[in-house]
């Protein structure tokens, strides 16, 4: 496949995006094969040495809640986190999860709200408000020890309980987080029900809090085949930093119709193809995520990953494929 994807720009876009990868947090914390410290460190790794800047590396959340990622301080503690030019934040759902990331090393957090009561009943057993009062003290003690902190949004798109989210209710939450002192955002279509359209609908009103969009990231699940296009949108509207996990990997447990994240490779294969610069090694990660679908006895669903590394891979050129 040397030579793919073939790089043909398209006016208006970015120069450079950053790929936010969160397939060991947000990718396994869904996985029923439960995936050993030792190879969850070794999967990090080998992300970084494809280029990967930003890993996502665990959650602090109560192992009851998602024994996927009860290894949380062994596999924080395992990293080199002194290493210039890469970052591994974590998530923190509480001062308790805050004290483990710190005890662990942890140099940035990130906290989780909702833009929807339901999903925040669900997923936090509280209220939308309560989901933000409880960030509060996170916030503002991992902001005093120098730590970077992130927010979370989900459900900006669409939640399966309430239906249809509404751009104002989004920019609302965005607008209180901000309060707080967090730096930057990630919006999440948590069951990946968002079109091209509303990803610019959700921006033009998080404009209106001041937030600036060099502050914000998006997050997009795959459900119905949309993830790739919004990019495109989010691309167009400015946005510079977007979420994905290797292979594909993960939903949401608290969203039991939300299917997979947009795959780093799928998502790395748009930008290079529109010749923007990530810094990631494409064939190198294809063969990472294969490798872990090998660990967990299934193969990725990233169908980048399935081009590159599957039997026979994808056709070259001048290779008729019918």
Excluded at 104 to 110: L, P, S
Excluded at 200 to 226: E, K, S
Excluded at 263 to 292: F, I, Y
Aim: glycine residues 14%; proline residues 6%; charged residues 20%.
């Amino acid at each position: 496949m040397s030579g793919f994807p073939s790089p043909y720009p398209m006016a208006g876009l970015p120069d450079r995006v950053s790929v936010y990868e969160v397939g060991p947090r947000d990718g396994l914390q869904a996985e029923s094969v439960l995936v050993d410290p030792a190879t969850k460190i070794e999967f990090i790794r080998r992300l970084a040495g494809c280029g990967l800047r930003t890993i996502e590396a665990t959650s602090f959340v109560s192992p009851k809640r998602v024994p996927q990622l009860a290894d949380a301080d062994q596999v924080l503690a395992a990293l080199d986190l002194a290493k210039p030019g890469l970052r591994y934040p974590v998530l923190v759902p509480n001062e308790r999860g805050l004290d483990r990331a710190l005890a662990a090393g942890a140099r940035e957090v990130a906290v989780f709200v909702s833009a929807t009561e339901r999903f925040a009943a669900e997923n936090l057993g509280t209220t939308l408000d309560g989901a933000i009062e409880l960030a509060g003290p996170v916030v503002r003690r991992a902001l005093a020890d120098g730590l970077g902190v992130r927010g979370y949004v989900s459900m900006c798109f669409g939640d399966p309980w309430e239906g249809a989210v509404e751009p104002a209710a989004v920019a609302d939450v965005v607008g209180r987080l901000a309060e707080l002192g967090i730096q930057r955002f990630s919006l999440g279509d948590t069951i990946g029900v968002g079109t091209a359209g509303q990803v610019g609908a959700v921006l033009a009103a998080v404009d209106r809090t001041g937030v600036g969009r060099d502050r914000i990231a998006l997050h997009f699940h795959d459900t119905y085949g949309q993830a790739l296009a919004n990019v495109v949108a989010g691309l167009a509207e400015g946005i510079t930093e977007f979420d994905a996990s290797a292979g594909g990997l993960g939903g949401c447990p608290f969203a039991k119709s939300a299917t997979g994240n947009l795959a780093t490779e799928d998502l790395v294969w748009l930008l290079h193809g529109l010749g923007l610069d990530t810094g990631v090694d494409l064939p190198a990660l294809a063969a990472v995520s294969r490798w872990l679908g090998e660990k967990m006895g299934r193969a990725p669903v990233s169908r980048v990953v399935a081009a590159l590394t599957g039997p026979g891979s994808a056709p070259g050129p001048g290779t008729d494929s019918r």
